[in-house]
């Protein structure tokens, strides 16, 4: 079994139908923008997931199109909405055929200060973050970020998380099962907060993502711990 890295690759083009964290997230046109079941807000837009291969869980459909993953969580009030939780409401995540997308549009304004304001920038990361995919021949995400940071020179922190493969968690296996079938859903990606703090993901100081789908039923979950 391998494990593939998501490396950080540079500066990344924020409308880009790849692999990112940040930029702005693409979409079937008419797709409404989500909002936080508890503030009501508008959400963050956090990451796009494109499967590099078609054997991965999200990879294909029945009709032999790709899907892509869009992750948002609500930031409007960091730790009040439950936005770690799977079930709560306070993230998102959506699985969209990869044909005909396109980027969504930002919320108008809500009132004076609100989210919509300076380009919705509270509705986005602060950097889009390009990836680079890195394969290992080990299950053990841990030790292939280390053997990774070892061989490149690179600092793990530059490790955006794994593509596939089995979570590593942190507190204990939160694997989901899936809201129409019932099955265990499959890892689509791991993510880690990123390099930069000043324009990382909020996993609650050094914590890991987990989104998962279940392809057949086209459902998607994301949580996080730390």
């Given at each position: 079994?391998?494990?593939?890295?998501?490396?950080?690759?540079?500066?990344?083009?924020?409308?880009?139908?790849?692999?990112?964290?940040?930029g702005?997230?693409?979409?079937?046109?008419?797709?409404?923008?989500?909002?936080?079941?508890t503030?009501?807000?508008?959400?963050?837009?956090?990451?796009?997931?494109?499967?590099?291969?078609?054997?991965?869980?999200?990879?294909?459909?029945?009709?032999?199109?790709?899907?892509?993953?869009?992750?948002?969580m609500?930031?409007?009030?960091?730790?009040?909405?439950?936005?770690?939780?799977?079930?709560?409401?306070?993230?998102?995540?959506?699985?969209?055929?990869?044909?005909?997308?396109?980027?969504?549009?930002v919320?108008?304004?809500?009132?004076?200060?609100?989210?919509?304001?300076?380009?919705?920038?509270?509705?986005?990361?602060?950097?889009?973050?390009?990836?680079?995919?890195?394969?290992?021949p080990t299950d053990?995400?841990?030790?292939?970020?280390?053997?990774?940071?070892?061989?490149?020179?690179?600092?793990?922190?530059?490790?955006?998380?794994?593509?596939?493969?089995?979570?590593?968690?942190?507190?204990?296996?939160?694997?989901p099962?899936?809201?129409?079938c019932?099955?265990?859903?499959?890892?689509?990606?791991?993510?880690?907060?990123?390099?930069?703090?000043?324009?990382?993901?909020?996993?609650?100081?050094?914590?890991?993502?987990?989104?998962?789908?279940?392809g057949?039923?086209?459902?998607a979950?994301?949580?996080?711990?730390?």
């Amino acid at each position: 079994m391998t494990t593939t890295l998501m490396t950080y690759a540079g500066p990344g083009e924020p409308e880009a139908l790849a692999t990112r964290t940040g930029g702005s997230p693409l979409a079937p046109p008419g797709t409404a923008w989500p909002r936080c079941a508890t503030c009501g807000g508008a959400m963050r837009f956090l990451a796009q997931i494109v499967p590099d291969e078609p054997d991965r869980p999200i990879g294909r459909d029945h009709a032999g199109a790709g899907l892509v993953l869009a992750v948002f969580m609500c930031q409007n009030d960091p730790g009040m909405c439950e936005e770690w939780s799977p079930t709560a409401g306070g993230n998102r995540a959506l699985l969209f055929p990869s044909d005909a997308l396109r980027p969504m549009p930002v919320p108008e304004p809500e009132g004076e200060g609100g989210q919509g304001g300076d380009g919705g920038a509270a509705l986005r990361l602060g950097a889009v973050n390009a990836v680079t995919l890195v394969s290992l021949p080990t299950d053990d995400y841990a030790g292939a970020r280390e053997e990774w940071a070892g061989r490149s020179g690179n600092d793990p922190a530059n490790v955006l998380g794994q593509l596939g493969g089995r979570p590593d968690w942190i507190q204990g296996d939160e694997t989901p099962t899936c809201p129409d079938c019932a099955r265990p859903m499959d890892l689509v990606a791991q993510l880690e907060e990123g390099p930069d703090h000043a324009t990382a993901m909020n996993f609650g100081g050094g914590g890991s993502a987990y989104a998962f789908a279940c392809g057949p039923c086209a459902r998607a979950v994301f949580l996080w711990q730390c």
